[in-house]
T-cell receptor, first 114, second 116 residues
Framework: AQSVTQLDSQVPVFEEAPVELRCNYSSSVSVYLFWYVQYPNQGLQLLLKYLSGSTLVKGINGFEAEFNKSQTSFHLRKPSVHISDTAEYFCAVSPLFGNEKLTFGTGTRLTIIP | DTGVSQNPRHKITKRGQNVTFRCDPISEHNRLYWYRQTLGQGPEFLTYFQNEAQLEKSRLLSDRFSAERPKGSFSTLEIQRTEQGDSAMYLC??????????????FGEGSRLTVL
């Protein structure tokens, strides 16, 4: 079984400031890691994913995340946020083998302050 | 590619009534998932289809819930005798086996259920 922990339920950040959204996971098997974003009144969109290879992955809209196996973390970062980044961000994992069933964290609401 | 489509987008019903949601996945996708999302929580897995076969069900899916995918294309999720605790956003997602298990699910915009 897998579990995902997003300790920060809400993160307010000033526009153009950097941001880090934290994600830790627990799993008895190897997993793929994902960040999904949900803009107001919209469905979930894939932001980025880690499958294998380089532990630093880049996604859309200038976001990146770093996989740290020893710390079982997959934190999301952006060097300079924009008002349009206001959204709910979900970290998720799925097992390497089998179907793509995702286990999500509880989400982090990112609010950009003008 | 028109994306994953869900209907209705919003449903308000009285406790005890039955409701049905429909999901049309991306046309070439053979895997279909249902999730439930309540306020302040992440999406929770409900059930999964590969083609028309329902291969996995969560214990969250009580006997009042039933999902079908009769021809391996669209899917329906029916909730019988709704309860206030069923109020949530019901999300549908699809994926293509041909891309392997890359974990990428394509989500619809969801169907929001409010039970009065």
């Amino acid at each position: 079984a897998q579990s995902v922990t997003q300790l920060d339920s809400q993160v307010p950040v000033f526009e153009e400031a950097p941001v880090e959204l934290r994600c830790n996971y627990s799993s008895s098997v190897s997993v793929y890691l994902f960040w999904y974003v949900q803009y107001p009144n919209q469905g979930l969109q894939l932001l980025l994913k880690y499958l294998s290879g380089s532990t630093l992955v880049k996604g859309i809209n200038g976001f990146e995340a770093e996989f740290n196996k020893s710390q079982t973390s997959f934190h999301l970062r952006k060097p300079s946020v924009h008002i349009s980044d206001t959204a709910e961000y979900f970290c998720a994992v799925s097992p390497l083998f089998g179907n793509e069933k995702l286990t999500f964290g509880t989400g982090t609401r990112l609010t950009i302050i003008p | 590619d028109t994306g994953v489509s869900q209907n209705p987008r919003h449903k308000i019903t009285k406790r005890g009534q039955n409701v049905t949601f429909r999901c049309d996945p991306i046309s070439e996708h053979n895997r279909l998932y249902w999730y439930r999302q309540t306020l302040g929580q992440g999406p929770e897995f409900l059930t999964y289809f590969q083609n028309e076969a329902q291969l996995e069900k969560s214990r969250l899916l009580s006997d009042r819930f039933s999902a079908e995918r009769p021809k391996g294309s669209f899917s329906t999720l029916e909730i019988q005798r709704t309860e206030q605790g069923d109020s949530a956003m019901y999300l549908c997602a699809s994926s293509s086996r041909t891309s392997g298990n890359t974990g990428e699910l394509f989500f619809g915009e969801g169907s929001r259920l409010t039970v009065l």
